[in-house]
C-alpha cells in the first residue's frame, strides 16, 4: 500500500501554519502552536488516531487564540484530505463512545465528500485554561470544510469541561482511525459473475 501521508502548508495574515499527517503512524504529535490546551487535545487525536501529527503554528495569539485554533483545524482538514487521497478501500465510516470519569461522549464521521458539522455540547464552563469553549466548534468546523466529510459530535453526559473537551478529541481520533481503515474486504476482492444482492 501506497504510504498515506501529506504535508500542507497554509499562510495568512493572521497564521502561518505547516501540518504534517501520516494516517498509518503509532500516534505521535510534534506540536508548537503556542496554545497548550489545544495541543493537549491535539495529542489525544494523534494518540487515539494512530497518526503521526507535526503541527507548527505561528498565530496572532497576542488578539487571542481563534485564528490559530480554526486555521489549524483548516489546515489539518487539508492534509487529512491530501493524505487520504482517492478514498479507494477505506472502511468510510468511523465512530467511537469514549468516557472519562462522569464524561461520555460519541463521535461518528463519515468520509463522504459532503462537508457537515453537527456538533451537540454543551460546555459547563466559558473556557478551559485560556482557551475559549467556542473554538472547539471553530476547529472541527475547519477541519470538516477542508477533510470533506461529515461528522456528528455529542457530547453525552459530563460536569467537568475538561473531560468533556478530552473524551471528544479522544473519540474524535478514534473515529478517524476506524473509517481509515483498509477495507480487507473490497481490498481482496473479486468480481462476482453472479448478479449483486
Known amino acids: 500500500m501506497a504510504e498515506r501521508t501529506a504535508t500542507v502548508t497554509r499562510n495568512t495574515l493572521e ?20 496554545v497548550p490546551f489545544l495541543e493537549h487535545m491535539l495529542d489525544q487525536i494523534a494518540r487515539h488516531g494512530l497518526l ?18 480554526e486555521d489549524i ?5 487539508q492534509a487529512v484530505a491530501k493524505a487520504v487521497g482517492d478514498k479507494k478501500g477505506i472502511m468510510r465510516y468511523g ?14 464521521i463519515d468520509f463522504s465528500g459532503r462537508p457537515g458539522l453537527h456538533m451537540d455540547v454543551e460546555f459547563t464552563r466559558a473556557s478551559i485554561g485560556r482557551l475559549d469553549t467556542q473554538l472547539f466548534w471553530e ?5 470538516v470544510n477542508h477533510a470533506g466529510v461529515t461528522l456528528h459530535i455529542d457530547n453525552l453526559k459530563g ?3 475538561h473531560h468533556q473537551a478530552e473524551t471528544i478529541f479522544k473519540a474524535f ?7 481509515l481503515q483498509i477495507d480487507e474486504r473490497a481490498a481482496n476482492s473479486v468480481p462476482s459473475t453472479k448478479g449483486s444482492l
Do not use: M, W
Open 15 to 34: 497564521t502561518k501554519i505547516t501540518v504534517s499527517v501520516n494516517l498509518d503512524g503509532s500516534g505521535k504529535l510534534n506540536a508548537d502552536t503556542g
Open 52 to 69: 503521526d501529527l507535526e503541527i507548527h503554528c505561528v498565530g496572532d495569539i497576542h488578539i487571542d487564540d481563534h485564528h490559530t485554533v
Open 73 to 77: 483545524g483548516i489546515t489539518l482538514g
Open 95 to 108: 465512530h467511537a463512545y469514549v468516557p472519562l470519569d462522569e464524561a461520555l461522549s460519541r463521535v461518528t
Open 139 to 143: 476547529f472541527f468546523q475547519g477541519f
Open 159 to 161: 460536569f467537568n469541561a
Open 173 to 179: 481520533g478514534r473515529a478517524v482511525r476506524f473509517a
